[in-house]
T-cell receptor, first 114, second 113 residues
Framework: DADVTQTPRNRITKTGKRIMLECSQT?????MYWYRQDPGLGLRLIYY???????NKGEISDGYSVSRQAQAKFSLSLESAIPNQTALYFC?????????????FGPGTRLTVL | QKEVEQDPGPLSVPEGAIVSLNCTYS??????FMWYRQYSRKGPELLMY????GNKEDGRFTAQVDKSSKYISLFIRDSQPSDSATYLC?????????????FGQGTTLQVKP
């Protein structure tokens, strides 16, 4: 079984709809991250969480919100989706005990906003 | 100026060629340097990491860091069609409590049979 899972894997929605992307991990890591990936722009950090009560904005948090329901679960919400939020979304985890800050990624969610 | 610059390519080579992928960076605090490989429609997976300057070899892959030039490279020997993917460099300052990696935008590599 995958260590970092994301649901759904693909989602098509309409402008103005609320949508939630979910991430679960079995790696026992305390840190979790949400990124979006767009062609030519690489990975951009949306939000990150160092533990259940510690949530921080990344470089592109506008239009997004997150919830850390448990150490193993971190969800990303788009309150009112817009077409330029069409992208590939990745969840990642890391362990603060590991000094390299290496992150482990889920398989991604492909989101299309019409 | 971005903290990490990486040529997006695409880079196309024949099977068996030696491939060189590179990144430059501006933050001298970076100490850990990673290479991720991302196949189409998949999440990035860690390929290898290097601490500070020097070389690290793993099979056909060699990672090289030159901190004085703020330049890192990944070499792939005897490239195979299965190496076709996007390669992302990533860096961190390590135990600085930021927990964040800074990524290059990725280089797309195609190895033709």
């Amino acid at each position: 079984d995958a260590d970092v899972t994301q649901t759904p894997r693909n989602r098509i929605t309409k402008t103005g709809k609320r949508i939630m992307l979910e991430c679960s991990q079995t790696k026992g890591h305390d840190r979790m991250y949400w990124y979006r990936q767009d062609p030519g722009l690489g990975l951009r950090l949306i939000y990150y969480s160092f533990d259940v009560k510690d949530i921080n904005k990344g470089e592109i948090s506008d239009g997004y919100s997150v919830s850390r329901q448990a150490q193993a679960k971190f969800s990303l919400s788009l309150e009112s989706a817009i077409p330029n939020q069409t992208a590939l979304y990745f969840c990642a985890t890391s362990d603060r005990q590991i000094s390299t800050d290496t992150q482990y990624f889920g398989p991604g969610t492909r989101l299309t906003v019409l | 100026q971005k903290e990490v610059e990486q040529d997006p390519g695409p880079l196309s080579v024949p099977e068996g060629a030696i491939v060189s992928l590179n990144c430059t960076y501006s933050n001298s605090a970076f100490q850990y340097f990673m290479w991720y490989r991302q196949y189409s429609r998949k999440g990035p997976e860690l390929l290898m990491y290097t601490y500070s300057s020097g070389n690290k070899e793993d099979g056909r892959f060699t990672a090289q860091v030159d901190k004085s030039s703020k330049y890192i490279s990944l070499f792939i020997r005897d490239s195979q069609p299965s190496d076709s993917a996007t390669y992302l460099c990533a860096m961190s300052a390590g135990t600085s409590n930021t927990g964040k990696l800074i990524f290059g935008q990725g280089t797309t590599l195609q190895v033709k049979p």
